[in-house]
């Protein structure tokens, strides 16, 4: 193809194939696929596996099959299927009509089966799995063949159409090739190919109930397609021979390339469908969908956005070797993105209540706010502004420490887009909390421009109390405390090191009146708290923020220039 220009920057992956297109390998084409097993739901090491193969079907004009490894109906359900094809949509990625399951192979995978047990390739074996082990041998010990290893081709012909008949239980009699018991590769050692499973299965019913195993499944998916390069994370790489050896028996007329990267590890989380799954039954976490999981519906749920998340990936690109990359990275990824599309409105979430004493009692202002200085084609919007404010709990002190330039007993600040005050007094309650701060204001300060000559260091967000909006808020942290969870001292399992502080509620929050309509999923910047989206389970009675990031750093502590 010569429309392929090498860059430098070229990962491994795209250089080999850059170098089959010059040598004219398989007539010019690239063909991938993505192929989940349904069962569980997405999460951001899929998305890397996603974004790579349709990524690069994109970059060489290529294709990128969407393909269901169901191959295993115990685990596997439809919930599963709907899910990944949602994700997969929403990351942004098209798979057009190239959508299979490896189910709709199972006809001609069983014949390729027969084929091999006609070649006296195959056969079928009585020993019990736990048999089976001790015959496997070990890594520095070679294997033992079976005893029914060397049976004729029409007995293990017989046999197996008996298997798929129904005749015998589960776990009495395999498949299994017939490769080399004593090859230093134990996945070379006569791996089973079939067996028995009498279990219905979401897609094929109960036609079957002999299933095949992946390695064998897997490769011959990828040839009836037409896969021109699979890619697959490294612990595959030892499976390769086995991937090689079975589409060379059977002489395919199409035999794609298995070529290997390194998964991505991302510390403070587990990446495990099995532990997922775990965490969602056992309800450590909500759901499939919580906000903390590294799943991509969680991600989404909590306000990740594609753009982000494809960015990321980019950004962690492809390697040959195992690494683990920072959750901060994502997380900057995601504020990135937001910072470009957000709309800044103005929320607290802890309200102190504030009364600027000499400001008339039923006048509302309408201010002018910036609804995203990144975009000022966003426009701007109107807040409304009264004697009764609410701020955050922790802009007042009643005793200050040094540098503080928010509010305390005679210091004036900047309230966002309205007027400087000054703190006059405080109320407390008989527990000795703060309940109230009073201020005066100044009117010749409006829009928060100080007089000629002043400077006013600190600048804090405010809400109306009259117009405020009663809204939810829900604080996520890191699910787990531990940066490798996986890392399990002895006697522990990866849930005594679940964070008991990742989700904060904050039912009693205050927010400007303009959000009364938001809807599912939308972002928002809360000045100075970070970007927050609204949760699918709001509604017009409850409205429900995540806090999707923090904001890096927050104004208050910047000097006053740049704020206005
Ligand atoms: P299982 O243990 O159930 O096999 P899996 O994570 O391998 O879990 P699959 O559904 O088989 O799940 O994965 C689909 C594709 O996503 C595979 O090609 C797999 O290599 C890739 N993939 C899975 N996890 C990661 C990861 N952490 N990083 C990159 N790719 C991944
Ligand atoms: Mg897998």
């Known amino acids: 193809m010569e429309n392929v220009t090498e860059k430098p920057s070229l990962d491994f992956l795209r250089a080999k194939i850059v170098e089959d297109l010059k040598v004219n390998k398989n007539e010019g084409k690239v063909v991938t696929r993505f192929p989940p097993e349904p069962n569980g739901y997405l999460h951001i090491g899929h998305a890397k596996s996603i974004c790579l193969n349709f990524g690069i079907a994109r970059d060489f004009n290529g294709r990128c099959h969407l393909r269901f490894d169901d191959t295993n109906p115990a685990k596997e359900d439809v919930e599963y299927v709907d899910s990944i094809m949602e994700d997969v949509k929403w990351l942004g990625f098209d798979w057009g009509n190239h959508l299979y399951y490896a189910s709709d192979y199972y006809d001609a995978l069983c014949n390729y089966a027969i084929e091999l047990i006609k070649k006296g390739k195959a056969y079928v074996c009585e020993l019990t799995s736990d048999e089976m082990r001790d015959y496997r041998g070990t890594l520095t010990e070679i294997g033992k063949e079976s005893p029914h290893r060397n049976r004729p081709a029409e007995e293990n012909l017989d ?100 070529i290997e990267f390194a998964r991505l590890n991302i510390n403070y989380t587990v990446m495990s469908k099995r532990k997922l799954l775990q965490l969602v039954k056992e309800n450590h976490v909500k759901n499939w969908d919580d906000p903390r999981m590294p799943t991509i519906s969680g991600m989404r749920r909590r306000g990740y956005t594609p753009e982000a998340i494809r960015a990321f990936c980019d950004k962690v690109g492809v390697a040959k070797r195992e690494n683990v990359i920072d959750l901060s990275l994502l997380e900057f990824c995601v504020r990135e993105d937001l910072n470009k599309t957000a709309p800044r409105v103005m929320a607290v979430l802890n309200p102190l209540k504030l009364i600027i004493d000499n400001y008339p009692d039923d006048l509302v202002e309408e201010l002018d706010a910036v609804n995203n200085p990144e975009d000022l084609s966003a426009g701007t919007r109107k807040v409304p502004f009264s004697k009764v404010l609410y701020i955050e709990k922790d802009d007042f002190k009643e005793v200050a420490p040094k540098k503080y330039f928010r509010l305390t007993p005679g210091q004036e600040v900047r309230l966002r887009y309205a007027y400087i005050i000054k703190c006059e007094s405080f109320v407390k309650d008989t527990s000795g909390e703060i309940t109230e701060v009073h201020c005066t204001y100044d009117s010749s300060t409006r829009g928060g421009n100080p007089p000629e000559g002043k400077k006013i260091k600190g600048t804090i967000h405010w809400v109306a109390e009259k117009s405020a909006l009663d809204v939810e808020v829900r604080l996520y942290d890191r699910l787990f405390s531990k940066e490798n969870p996986d890392d399990v001292e002895e006697g522990k399992t990866f849930l005594d090191y679940m964070n008991p502080n990742s989700l904060e509620i904050l039912s009693d929050c205050k927010a400007e009146p303009g959000l009364k309509n938001v809807k599912a999923l939308e972002h928002f910047q809360f000045e100075r708290l970070g970007y927050f989206t609204v949760d699918k389970d709001s509604n017009y009675d409850r409205i429900i923020f995540n806090r999707t990031v923090a904001l890096k750093d927050t104004w208050a502590k910047i000097e006053s220039s740049g704020n206005n």
């Open 159 to 258: 046999l197996f159409i008996r298997m798929k008949n129904g005749e015998f239980e589960e776990g009495t009699k395999v498949l299994r090739a017939k490769i080399d018991m004593s090859s230093p590769n134990v996945h070379m050692r006569d791996p089973v190919i079939y067996r028995i499973k009498k279990a219905h299965h979401h897609r094929t019913g109960d036609k079957w109930c002999i299933y095949p195993m992946y390695d064998f499944a897997h490769c011959f998916s990828d040839s009836i397609e037409g896969i021109t390069h699979s890619i697959c994370t490294l612990e595959f790489e030892i499976h390769r021979p086995l991937y090689d050896w079975f589409l060379d028996e059977l002489n395919v007329a199409c035999h794609p390339q298995q």
